[in-house]
């Protein structure tokens, strides 16, 4: 089994290599491996541990009553992950290791955010496969025009269908079955860009290479965080030329 929450880099990476940076007791640490495919790219993989920010509710309690305060501290974080730069993605198994984004972001030069994913547009591109089956499929509903009220639905195993995607509700969740280049995939996505097989998806370069194919076509960065830094450094050059007539 392999998981991962999927994050996108907003521009293009010049280089697509990873190193490992590891020094006794430092953080962020980072294990590097590089996996060459039979198409002669190279994606990578290994092992993170980073230091994050956190919050906890401490309690204290006095004659008076019970007294609550939100306390700031650091915690020691570790993840698995693995990443196609030369594609613009980097995966982590962990929410707590979405800190690794930002460290590659930042020795790359841009921005990289969790991603979304259309999974209807994905359950509809599996319908054109003869062998695909969905065994999850979680979906939502808006009850009112505000979205502050939803109604989700869940089916599983023998009450799930590919058909039951789309319509008039969102599909949240789908698990799903089929074979990919000859070999048998089993595994589940989600809206919030978690992706992860339970069966073939072991050997990083075929996970990697499934995420390509399957997965990069119907992943996108949350609208706050489109754009590229070369629009935003056109629009600074434009403002200064306005500035200057």
């Not at 290994?46 to 939100?70: K, S």
């Not at 609208?223 to 600074?236: M, R």
Request: proline fraction near 2%; glycine fraction near 10%; hydrophobic fraction near 35%.
């Amino acid at each position: 089994m392999r998981a991962t929450i999927l994050a996108l880099a907003r521009d293009d990476i010049a280089d697509p290599t990873i190193d490992g940076h590891l020094e006794q007791s430092t953080y962020p640490a980072i294990e590097s491996t590089a996996y060459e495919r039979l198409d002669g790219t190279t994606i990578y993989a290994g092992e993170a541990a980073g230091t994050i920010d956190t919050e906890r509710e401490a309690i204290y309690v006095t004659e008076d009553g019970i007294i609550t305060e939100t306390e700031q501290g650091k915690e020691d974080v570790y993840c698995e992950w693995i990443a196609d730069l030369r594609e613009g993605w980097v995966g982590v198994n962990r929410s707590d290791g979405d800190w690794l984004f930002n460290t590659l972001g930042a020795t790359k030069g841009t921005l990289i955010e969790r991603a979304e994913i259309d999974v209807d547009g994905f359950a509809e591109y599996l319908s054109d496969y003869p062998n695909a089956n969905a065994w999850n499929v979680t979906q939502t509903r808006s009850l009112d025009p505000d979205d502050d009220a939803e109604e989700a639905t869940i089916h599983y195993h023998d009450a799930t269908h590919l058909a039951d995607t789309g319509g008039s509700r969102a599909t949240t969740m789908l698990g799903f079955e089929y074979w990919f280049e000859g070999t048998y995939v089993r595994g589940v996505i989600a809206e919030s860009g978690y992706t992860a097989l339970f069966d073939g998806g072991d050997a990083a370069g075929t996970y990697a290479a499934w995420i390509n194919s399957e997965i990069l076509p119907f992943a996108s960065l949350p609208e706050e965080f489109q754009g590229t830094l070369g629009d935003a450094q056109e629009t600074d050059d434009q403002e200064v030329e306005a500035d200057g007539e």
